[in-house]
């Protein structure tokens, strides 16, 4: 395979002199960290300051990443999921200390009467699974989905801990939106008509059918069993657990068939909405949602109620940090993940963001005024801080110093 690929790849896009080190890190990683088809946007007090493309949308092809790839964003979702929730707050159209069956009454149903919107949002609810297996059809049917996640009984009492909602979040989250939106809306119209279409940006939650198969990257994924060879990059705990079928961290994935996380790439999924998992869109409409939020969100119509709350520290569960699932010190507000020791970010308490299987990022930093993303096609196996993503990031934070000293000068 590696006879067709150029070596160094393809790289394009631009960066403004200040920012050099970060175009530096991103040939890096493909020349040293082997990356293969990959797109890194930055945006800095709402400059683009990074806009950066390499590599392979297909490598099997030796199709190039172009400035309009579109790619799997895996967990990186959530980041714009929780955006989405973002401005139907600020509409009004919930409160986050309500109860979710307030909008939603079937939802009171198995000890669920009293989960708050705020505890849901801070995957706190318990809500980490689904008692059976999901099609493709099902997740085409909003008001079936409905159904089955409203029978949900909590694994934990809602509230004494958190534990990561892998893939569960999205759909309650869609759901809410549906029961407040007076459109009745799911969350992935809700999102393309809120923020992508006033935006210009490109990212979908459920592919529209004219996007055309060259527009897409070809992930490259794994099958689950190659994790034991990796498992000085992942908790050990998390994988341990894993291994049987009816802990918390087995039947989080396990309403979805999918022996390698690259198939919600395919076609049968691409077209669903599943709003903690499968967006697909490019680094730059991330980055651009996140430059928006850091700096207030006021062209997304984010008042300050909703702001303060962004910005808030995380509420700590009753029982700490240690994530049920993820098996490490997490934190999160609002549908975001926070800054933890153990997934630490951004300049402050402040930022938030998501991180994406395989090795995408997407983070605010209101402190800094950056919105961040990076999106790849060749999945690593770190739940955070891949080295090719850390590797960008870090390069961008080095380089503030510079940029007031700059300033300064001017």
Not at 260 to 276: F, R
Not at 379 to 408: I, Q, W
Request: some cysteine.
């Amino acid at each position: 395979m590696r006879q067709h690929l150029l070596d160094p790849p393809p790289i394009a896009g631009f960066v403004t002199p200040e920012f050099e080190a970060v175009r530096h890190e991103f040939v890096r990683n493909f020349l040293e960290r082997g990356e293969q088809g990959a797109a890194c946007t930055i945006f800095h007090r709402g400059v683009k300051v990074v806009d950066l493309w390499g590599g392979y949308r297909c490598v099997k092809t030796a199709s190039p990443w172009t400035k309009q790839t579109l790619c799997l964003s895996f967990s990186v979702t959530k980041g714009m999921a929780a955006a989405a929730m973002a401005v139907a707050h600020s509409q009004g159209l919930f409160e986050l200390d309500e109860c979710v069956a307030t909008y939603w009454p079937e939802f009171a149903q198995n000890g669920k009467e009293q989960i708050t919107v705020r505890e849901l949002l801070a995957h706190q609810a318990g809500l980490t699974s689904v008692d059976q297996r999901l099609r493709t059809q099902d997740l085409a049917n909003p008001t079936l989905i409905a159904e089955i996640i409203a029978r949900q009984k909590p694994q934990w009492k809602p509230g004494s801990r958190h534990g990561y909602h892998t893939l569960t979040l999205g759909w309650y989250q869609s759901e809410l939106i549906r029961r407040t939106d007076p459109r009745r809306r799911t969350l992935g119209q809700f999102f393309q008509q809120e923020i992508a279409e006033p935006l210009g940006i490109s990212f979908f939650i459920g592919l529209p059918p004219n996007v055309r198969p060259e527009e897409m990257s070809v992930i490259q994924g794994f099958h689950r069993i190659k994790m034991l060879s990796h498992l000085h990059e992942l908790p050990l705990a998390m994988v341990v657990a894993a291994a049987w079928p009816n802990s918390l961290v087995a039947q989080s994935v396990r309403c979805l068939r999918l022996d390698n996380p690259a198939d919600l790439a395919s076609t049968a999924y691409q077209t669903v909405e599943i709003p903690s998992a499968n967006g697909i869109g490019q680094a730059r409409a991330v980055a651009r949602v996140y430059d928006i939020l850091a700096r207030g969100g006021a062209e997304l119509g984010i008042n300050k109620a909703t702001w303060k709350e962004l910005v808030a520290p995380a509420i700590q569960p009753e029982q700490g940090t240690r994530d049920a699932i993820l098996k490490t010190e997490t934190r999160y507000g609002f549908g975001f993940s926070r800054p933890s020791n153990d997934l630490s970010f951004g300049a402050d308490q402040t930022s938030f963001g998501c991180p994406g299987a395989g090795g995408s990022f997407g983070m605010a930093d209101p402190t800094e005024q950056l919105g961040i993303a990076y999106i790849t096609q060749k999945m690593g196996f770190r739940l955070f801080d891949d080295p090719r993503e850390k590797a960008v990031r870090d390069a961008c934070y080095t380089s503030l110093p510079y940029v007031g000293e700059k300033r300064r000068a001017g």
